[in-house]
């Protein structure tokens, strides 16, 4: 009853439901004093639209990557590491997933990183001008395997969409799942996207190895990497 009640209190097209899990805040103490620490150097603030060619300017960066969900951030801190001719925004609602990020950053010395706690729909929808991106990362989106949750999954095929407007021409955007049947919907929604040309790839070597994609190989997971372009 309560859930109509707030679905009726809303127009129909802002009602969306979550592609996350709501998990509580709770934070190591490492994790909360590296919010306090370095957030504010680390954080794009999210009060007008987000000026990414101020923030990584073309003469300095040869591209801007955005890693959405980049949860305890292992793989945007190392990618950003090895790569620190490009920029990278690193995208996550878990507030500890951003202080484990943050203490990577540090401790690796970080320049080329930003980070934002927000949901990327509203990132994306409210805060960042179409053709802002060369590149999205999206690393083990939540499966949501239940039949009764698909409609959460992020890649969906307006979400699919949403990402084409946001890419420069001939962008790009890296998968990774172990999640079979998802791998499965996500072919199928980008084969039906006239935005899109790509496909399964192998593992690309750049990619690093995150706990979570660990624990799904530790449960005999099959992991399925996956390339498109902006047409
Ligand atoms: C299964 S985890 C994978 C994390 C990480 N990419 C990795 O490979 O270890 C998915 C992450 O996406 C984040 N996420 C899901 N929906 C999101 C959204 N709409 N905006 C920002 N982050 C989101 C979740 O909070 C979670 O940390």
Redesign the pocket.
Known sequence: MALFATMASQKSEEFRL????L?GERMTKAQAGAIDEYLGEFEIPLNHPIELSKIFPKDRYKEIVC??????G??SSQIAFENPESGYLA????KP?IGALLIRANNLGIKNLRVIN????L?LRDYTPDSSFDAFH??????WPKRRQHKRR?LSPEFIETLAAKLKPGGRINI?TDWQPYAKEIESNFAKSKSFNGGVIQRPTWRPL????SKGLGKEHLVTDLQYFKN
Do not use: C, N, Q, W
């Open positions: 979550r592609s996350f899990r998990r890693e959405i969900g980049s949860g305890m292992e793989a995208v996550e609602v878990h997933g927000e949901d990327i729909y990132v999206i690393f083990f989106p939540d499966p992020l990774a995150t706990k979570f994609e």
